[in-house]
């Protein structure tokens, strides 16, 4: 059957009949891009010292991506560790933590408050419009959590015009796989509205090699993946350009994996929230936004027997206000309220707790070619105290087609619930993770587009599980000392046609207590993707190369690099109707990014389009 899909991807490339298709005008490639999450606020990226990456709805569908993890894995900045469909997955954004990385929908704050980290690989990518990532220290705009970063997850908002808009695709592939999903959307006069749904289902490949010893494992299974989506927008836009919107995403199903005590979980990921803005004067526009997030999961035992629950409720409130004081300068200001919310089988101490934080920023443009961002932040945390953050970022924009950027900034990330409240383990006066950040770098856009950042990071008081050597228990303690160097380059060109894109890692994550390299991280990254299209058929290539990680913190257990190689197309019969087929780890590289958990072999996808 691989060797039929191949041969059905030369031929598409060679046989087919070109066909025409409507595209967006050349001139749009021109407008400057704007980034919301750097700022709170729209602000154009060529303004801001902080990196990022956009991913928007035509990427995601021009990369095939089936999954949230699938496109991640293609930044520059971030490494990933993740074995299959619906598995367990940590992003590491620059070196950082799995939970160093602030994850927000629509705004609205995710991810589990006894884990710290958020289920990318539940995210479906269907009800998905756009994703913003900004790498670097951003607790001065948003708190704990952003010490890698943040990646801020917008929700489909569909189409602005009159006519309904429809969509629908399916596909299936290796594993049993397939995928399905649809959405309408449109609006009627000042108001607009979107609704999709979307379904994916795997039988999935055996997760794990068997473990052997006493307390090890044998289960040569299939280890499958279930995931219904939906999402849903209503939005109305006033005379008096006031607007209230209302939002909801939810995911729902089932993920198997391989263990003694339970190797299956039922999940639900859900999003809900409104908000309401409007201009008080010319110059002041303020939001108001309330939302809550879930993250509900229930695990079994391999005789189907239920073992646990863990479910995370998380309130949000912001108020966000928007000062044009002139022309060149605008004024943040906002306050954020979180509560979080644990139920669980297992007895925690505490099972609440709430976060005030109060923020404000400048945004500048000083001598004509200079672009100063200044943010600061308080939060009052119920559990630890009080916290304050801050960054500065500078950018020049020179006449020669060459910027030069910097920035510094601090940030920090409260202890979970498990650190401070779980039994035997917990310590209630453990201090949150602390970190500092500087950060340079040059831009240009000459026969190409180039970036290079080189960025220090030092972070302290990380909680690390201590042993009594009496009873033989761990617990939680901020003796944690890390320091992380790298260099990020990005290079971009168009030429005859081909778009190409590299990207480069070097890395140098340290425990600065024994020197050791932080574990799961690799130290040498390189991806690079080619696309083109010839009429009606759009093909390209995606290849990722990755040098060899540790498994555990004493660099015993190495794990070898590895490098993988994406085929893509996709076939247009006209503006409606569309083909695409995937064949992804085209050198059938038997790889893995966690010691003994198997990753995809060589495996196809193919999919049909539509959309009116």
Do not use: C
Request: glycine share 8%.
């Amino acid at each position: 059957m691989q060797k039929f899909i191949v041969g059905s991807l030369v031929l598409a490339g060679f046989n087919s009949p070109l066909q025409a298709r409507e595209t967006q005008a050349d001139n749009s490639l021109n407008l400057p891009e704007m980034i919301i999450t750097a700022t709170r606020t729209e602000t154009p990226k060529d303004q801001l010292a902080a990196a990022s990456t956009v991913y928007t709805r035509a990427d995601i569908e021009r990369l095939q991506s089936k999954t949230l993890p699938e496109l991640l894995r293609n930044t520059t900045g971030i490494d990933m560790a993740q074995s299959g469909y619906g598995q367990n997955t940590s992003v590491y954004m620059r070196g950082t933590n799995s939970d160093h990385v602030l994850v927000l929908i629509d705004g609205i704050k995710v991810g589990s408050a006894t884990a710290g980290t958020t289920p990318f690989q539940f995210i479906p990518i269907d009800q998905i419009e756009r994703v913003e990532i900004i790498k670097g220290p951003q607790s001065s705009l948003y708190g704990s959590e952003a010490i890698g970063g943040v990646i801020q997850i917008f929700t489909r908002k569909g189409s602005q015009e009159e006519k309904p808009s429809f969509s629908v695709d399916a596909g299936g592939g290796s594993y049993d796989t397939i995928k399905t999903s649809g959405t309408v959307s449109g609006k009627w006069k000042n108001s607009w509205y979107s609704l999709g749904a979307s379904h994916f289902n795997s039988q999935g490949f055996n997760n794990r090699e068997p473990i052997p010893g006493r307390f090890g494992f044998d289960q040569p299974d299939k280890d499958g993946y279930r995931n219904t989506g939906l999402n849903a927008r209503l939005g109305h836009r006033f005379d008096n350009n006031a607007e209230v919107e209302a939002f909801f995403m939810r995911a729902e199903g089932k993920n198997e994996y391989d263990g003694n005590a339970q190797n299956k979980t039922k999940f639900v990921d859900q999003v809900v929230g409104t908000s309401a803005s409007m201009d008080f004067m010319e110059d002041w526009r303020s939001t108001l936004r309330l939302g809550q997030s879930r993250d509900d999961s229930d695990q079994f035992a391999p005789d189907g027997s239920f073992t646990s629950r863990f479910n995370t409720t998380r309130w949000n409130t912001t108020w966000l206000n928007n000062f044009t004081l002139s022309d060149n300068h605008q004024l943040i200001a906002g306050t954020d309220y979180r509560v979080d919310e644990v139920d669980s089988t297992t007895p925690y101490k505490e099972k609440s707790r709430y976060d005030v934080g109060v923020f404000t920023e400048l945004h500048s443009r000083v001598l004509d070619n200079h672009f100063v961002n200044a943010s600061l932040r308080w939060d009052e945390n119920e559990a630890f105290g009080d916290y304050v953050t801050g960054n500065f970022g500078w950018r020049y924009n020179s006449d020669f087609g060459i910027s030069p950027f910097a920035s510094f900034g601090n940030a920090f990330k409260a202890p979970t619930f498990n650190d401070l409240y779980f039994p035997n383990y917990g310590n209630a006066n453990l201090k949150p993770e602390k970190s500092t950040s500087f950060e340079a770098g040059l831009a240009g856009d000459h026969w190409l587009q180039w970036e290079v950042r080189a960025y220090h990071t030092n972070i302290d008081n990380l909680i690390t599980p201590v042993t009594n050597p009496v009873t033989f228990q761990f617990s939680a303690e901020n003796i944690g000392k890390a320091q992380i160097d790298g260099i990020e380059v990005e290079i971009s060109k168009q030429w005859l046609g081909w778009d190409g894109k590299l990207g480069l890692d070097l890395l140098s994550p340290k425990n600065r207590e024994t020197n050791a390299r932080l574990p799961r991280r690799a130290e040498k990254t390189l991806t690079f993707d080619l696309s083109k299209s010839f009429g009606a058929l759009d093909v390209g290539t995606h290849i990722l190369a990755q040098g060899d990680r540790f498994d555990d913190i004493g660099n015993k257990t190495k794990i070898a690099g590895y490098v993988t190689v994406d085929l893509r197309s996709a076939y247009h019969f006209n503006k409606n109707w569309m083909l695409s087929a995937q064949l992804n780890n085209l050198l059938d590289k038997n790889y893995q990014t966690i010691k003994t958990y198997n990753t995809a072999d060589r495996n196809f996808f193919l999919a049909i389009h539509y959309n009116n």
